[in-house]
């Protein structure tokens, strides 16, 4: 079944149109990743996914529903979870603190939810009480991706998780998110580690001056002439 589909979607900002019909789906269980150069419109499109941005044209459908201009709090209640690429946590709030924060529209009890997310990355759990401005960039990261699971989402939408993380941190990172895509949360992300990335990915779609580019299996992004020459280094 598919969880999220975008369909010809057509955004920008103010007058200037950058995506041009723009389609991508992700089915349940999946992780799919989207790749493409600098200033494709990688961030624009999750960004209007969410409903951060409006949707001028085409539609956004949402476990079969048309969400199409939705606000960002209706696609929480509905069970999306987007994590920027910057400014994901909230600095002078702690570890536990932010994860409250996640939690702002459970109206049941949200601490057994938080214990086992903290489980979930035994680093930021030890560091609880600590302030998030005080964390690693990596431990950030696991914040911000332990934060937007404190509402159980059915999709996790994610810029460029591992940008500017150090090796072995890019590696824990998506580590994670193949863990959290097991327990089954669907999961689409943008990356700039693509190979990396497509290696874990069950499908990639390549976006290309707001156009779809290219898309298929992981496996067959990774062999694809083009990817390789454009996209991973030759
Ligand atoms: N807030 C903004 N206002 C105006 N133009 C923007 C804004 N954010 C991004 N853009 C433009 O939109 C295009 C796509 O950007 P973006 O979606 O961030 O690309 P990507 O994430 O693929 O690198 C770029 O040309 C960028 O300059
Ligand atoms: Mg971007």
Do not use: W
């Not at 489980?119 to 934060?147: C, I, N």
């Not at 990172?173 to 580690?193: P, T, Y």
């Not at 874990?200 to 992004?221: C, I, K, P």
Request: aromatic share 4%.
């Amino acid at each position: 079944m598919t969880v999220l589909e975008a369909r010809e979607v057509v955004s920008g900002y103010g007058e200037v149109e950058i995506l041009h019909e723009v389609s991508i789906r992700v089915e349940e269980e999946e992780i799919v990743t989207i790749i493409g150069p600098n200033g494709a419109g990688k961030s624009t499109l999750l960004k209007t996914v969410f409903g951060l941005l409006p949707c001028k044209r085409g539609r956004v459908v949402f476990d079969g529903e048309d969400v199409t201009g939705q606000s960002p709090q209706v696609m929480v209640r509905k069970g999306m979870s987007y994590v920027p690429q910057s400014d994901n946590v909230f600095p002078t709030l702690t570890v536990q603190e932010n994860l409250e924060m996640g939690a702002f529209i459970r109206r049941d009890n949200y601490r057994p939810k938080m214990e086992e997310v903290l489980a979930l990355f035994p680093d930021v759990l030890e560091r609880r009480h600590t302030r998030a401005g005080k964390l690693s960039g990596g431990q950030r990261q696991m914040l911000a991706l332990a934060r937007a699971l404190m509402l159980e989402p059915r999709i996790l939408l994610l810029d460029e998780p591992s940008a500017s993380l150090a090796p072995n941190m890019v590696e824990l990172v998506f580590a994670k998110i193949l863990d959290i895509n097991r327990s089954g949360v669907a999961i689409i992300m943008v990356e700039q580690n693509a190979r990396e990335s497509l290696k874990l990915s069950h499908r990639g779609y390549v976006l290309a001056m707001g156009q779809n580019r290219l898309e298929g299996s992981g496996e067959s992004l990774l062999e694809s002439e083009e990817v390789g020459k454009t996209y991973l280094g030759g």
